[in-house]
C-alpha cells in the first residue's frame, strides 16, 4: 500500500511543453470537469473530507477492504466503508474481503462466504484479495497457501454465481526480487533498501516473481467466467509487451493502474509511441486506480504509507492532478522516482473516458 511513496513522487517541477492540444486531446483545465473514478483507494477514516475532494475533482471512489495487518481490523475497514458507502453511494464505492486466519479447517470456507455476502449486502461491488495469498499466508498445517488453491474454489464459485469481480493483489513489482542497481525506479529502491523484510531478493527460499505469477495465471484460466481485477497492472507493470500478452490471454481480466505509474513513465520515456500505442489498443482493459491510502497514523505498522507532510488531502489532489497530465495531456512533468522530465501520453478523449470512467463503471456494475 504505497501509493503516496509511489505517486507523489511524480508531482514535482512541472514543465511545459509544445503549444497547446489538439481538439481530440484534454488538457489541464478539463481535470475536474471530466467524470473519472479512482478504482483503487483505501478510505480507513471515517472521514468525509475524501469524498469531498473528490466531488470537487470530478471522481467516484471505490475503497477496497484488505486482509492486511497494518491496516485497521478487517471489522473497522467494513464498518467505515458502509458508513461512508450510506453517506454518499452514488460516490463512494467498495470492495469487501474475508479473512486468511484459519485457511485449511472445515468451516473456513463457509466463514469466509459469510464475510462476503455480509459485504455485498450491505453494497459492496467486488472482493479483494491480497499478496499474503502466496507471500505470507500458511494453511493449518503450516504449508503456503497460494491463489490457485483448490480450497478456494467454493468462494470462487459463489463469485462466479452472483456475478461479483475479485480484485486480486498478487506478488510486487518485479524491482521486489532485483538486486538495487538493476531496480527501474527510486521509490522501489528506496523502499526495499528501508523495508528489507519485504525486499524477496534478500529471501531465496521463498517464493520467486515467475512462481507467483505462474500461480496467478493457472488460477485465471481456470476460471474464466470470473470478472478478474488485476491489481497493481497485474504485477507486470515493468512490461507493457507482458501486459498485453496477459490481456490477449485473458479476455475475462482487467487491470488497474495503482501504484505503478513511474514504471509506465519509465517506459513510455524509453518508447514514447509503444506505451501510447499499447493503452490506445487496450484502451477497454484498463482501469485508472493511484492506490491511495487514508489509514490511521500506527507507529507499529512498518510497511503503511502515511501522508508524506500530514495533510493526505493536498497530496491525493496532487497525484490526481500529476496522473491527468501524464495520461491526459502531451505535457511534461519532472519525475523524482526515475530522475526524469516525462513528457504526457496525450491520450485521445475517448481513450481516456474509458480508462478514467467507463471501464470501471462497466466491470463493477455500477448502474445509474
Not at 529502491?189 to 531478493?201: A, G, K, L, N, Q
Not at 517464493?207 to 481485477?229: G, I, K, N, T, W
Amino acid at each position: 500500500m504505497r501509493a503516496l511513496r509511489n505517486l507523489a513522487l511524480a508531482t514535482t517541477a512541472l514543465l511545459l511543453v509544445g503549444a497547446a492540444p489538439a481538439p481530440d486531446v484534454y488538457g489541464e483545465a478539463d481535470f475536474a470537469r471530466v467524470r473519472k473514478l479512482d478504482a483503487h483507494v483505501h478510505a480507513n477514516v471515517a472521514d468525509p473530507a475524501f469524498v469531498r475532494l473528490a466531488a470537487k475533482d470530478g471522481f467516484e471512489l471505490l475503497s477496497i477492504n484488505v486482509d492486511y495487518p497494518d491496516f485497521p481490523p478487517i471489522a473497522e475497514q467494513a464498518r467505515i466503508a458502509y458508513a461512508m458507502h450510506a453517506a454518499d453511494p452514488k460516490r463512494f464505492h467498495f470492495a469487501t474481503t474475508f479473512s486468511m486466519d484459519g485457511f485449511g479447517a472445515p468451516d473456513w470456507a463457509a466463514r469466509a462466504e459469510k464475510q462476503i455476502d455480509a459485504g455485498l449486502a450491505r453494497g459492496a461491488v467486488a472482493v479483494k484479495v491480497w499478496k499474503n495469498i502466496g507471500m505470507v499466508a500458511k494453511d493449518a498445517a503450516g504449508k503456503r497457501v497460494f491463489l490457485d488453491d483448490p480450497r478456494f474454489d467454493p468462494v470462487i464459485a459463489q463469485l462466479e454465481a452472483r456475478r461479483v469481480p475479485l480484485i486480486a493483489h498478487q506478488g510486487e513489482p518485479k524491482n521486489c526480487w532485483l538486486p538495487l542497481d538493476q531496480m527501474t525506479t527510486d521509490n522501489d529502491r528506496s523502499y526495499f533498501s528501508e523495508h528489507p523484510e519485504y525486499y524477496m531478493y534478500r529471501h531465496p527460499e521463498e517464493p520467486s516473481y515467475e512462481q507467483l505469477m505462474a500461480v496467478r495465471d493457472r488460477f485465471v484460466a481456470r476460471h474464466p467466467r470470473l470478472a478478474f481485477d488485476g491489481a497493481h497492472m497485474a504485477s507486470l507493470e515493468w512490461s507493457v509487451d507482458e501486459l498485453a500478452r496477459f490481456l490477449d490471454r485473458f479476455p475475462n481480466a482487467m487491470v488497474d493502474l495503482a501504484a505503478r505509474m513511474s514504471q509506465v513513465q519509465a517506459q513510455s520515456n524509453a518508447d514514447h509511441a509503444k506505451v501510447r500505442a499499447f493503452f490506445v489498443k487496450y484502451q477497454d482493459r484498463l482501469m485508472y486506480g493511484t492506490d491511495l491510502t487514508d489509514s490511521p497514523p500506527d507507529p507499529h505498522a512498518r510497511a503503511q504509507n502515511p501522508p508524506a507532510t500530514g495533510d493526505f488531502i493536498r497530496e491525493a489532489d496532487a497525484v490526481w492532478r500529476a496522473d491527468w497530465r501524464y495520461l491526459a495531456t502531451p505535457l511534461a512533468q519532472h519525475v523524482d522516482a526515475i530522475k526524469a522530465d516525462t513528457p504526457g501520453l496525450a491520450l485521445p478523449r475517448g481513450v481516456i473516458d474509458k480508462i478514467y470512467y467507463a471501464n470501471a463503471r462497466r466491470f463493477f456494475r455500477l448502474n445509474g
